[in-house]
């Protein structure tokens, strides 16, 4: 299985501040066939059920607020909130959708600061 | 409106069986993946497996093979998850979710609750 990892398990942040989450994973989920890689990031919310935000890595789903974005590449790979708004209070999920089981990292809770 | 709707909670014993259900509407039932996904009380999520309802493909995560069946019925557009014998271990909120055409889940269903216990 391919192994996805976050970084940190928690962080708080102040309201308006940066929040950055790191996925590092065991093995590469970039494809040269399409230069695409395969993974994806959600949120979850309490009580709810998770929701994609990025996909691709960096492609942000339809209604998404652009304060969300994603970067990196192969192993390494990076959510960042660029102003934490209230409604941000959740935890983050990455996974992998290159290579079945198509693994989640361990979340990351979000809280204010 | 693609929907997932998923089968009401369930209290059962150890040693029960149990089938719980994933009802999709609002998309083309037989040509994306539905996957089905563990999240323990407190804890994060975990893939358990997904099905191809178009040709029945299914792939499990090793670490639930043998351990839980999944299978579709295309006639009403709806997955399935169900386990032969019930742990105290499976208690845990379990979620539907449906891919995208590159297998990112874009849909999720509400959950259902299972909880097993003596």
């Known amino acids: 299985d391919i192994v996805m990892t976050q970084s940190p398990d928690s962080l708080a942040v102040s309201l308006g501040e940066r929040a950055t989450i790191s996925c590092k994973s065991s093995?590469?989920?970039?494809?040269?066939?399409?230069?695409?890689?395969?993974l994806a990031w959600y949120q979850q919310k309490p009580g709810q059920p998770p929701k994609v935000l990025i996909y691709?890595?960096?492609t942000r789903e339809s209604g998404v607020p652009d304060r969300f974005s994603g970067s990196g590449s192969r192993t390494d790979f990076t959510l960042t909130i660029s102003s934490l708004q209230p409604e941000d209070v959740a935890v983050y999920y990455c996974q992998q959708y290159h290579t079945s089981p198509w693994t989640f990292g361990q979340g990351t809770t979000v809280e204010i600061k | 409106e693609v929907q997932l709707v998923q089968s009401r909670a369930e209290l059962k014993k150890p040693g029960e069986d149990l089938k719980i259900s994933c009802k999709a509407s609002g998309y083309s039932f037989t040509t994306y993946w539905i996957g089905w996904v563990r999240q323990i009380p407190g804890k994060g999520l975990e893939w358990l497996g997904i099905i191809y309802p178009g040709d029945s493909d299914t792939r499990y995560s090793p670490s639930f093979q043998g351990q839980v069946t999944i299978s579709a019925d295309n006639s009403i557009n709806t997955a399935y998850l169900q386990w032969s014998r019930l742990e105290a271990s499976d208690t845990a909120m379990y979620y539907c979710?449906?891919?995208?055409?590159?297998?990112?889940?874009?849909?999720w269903g509400q959950g259902t609750q299972v909880i097993v216990s003596s």
């Open positions: 691709w890595a960096s």
């Open positions: 093995r590469s989920v970039f494809y040269t066939s399409n230069t695409k890689n395969y």
């Open positions: 979710a449906k891919t995208s055409s590159d297998n990112w889940f874009d849909t």
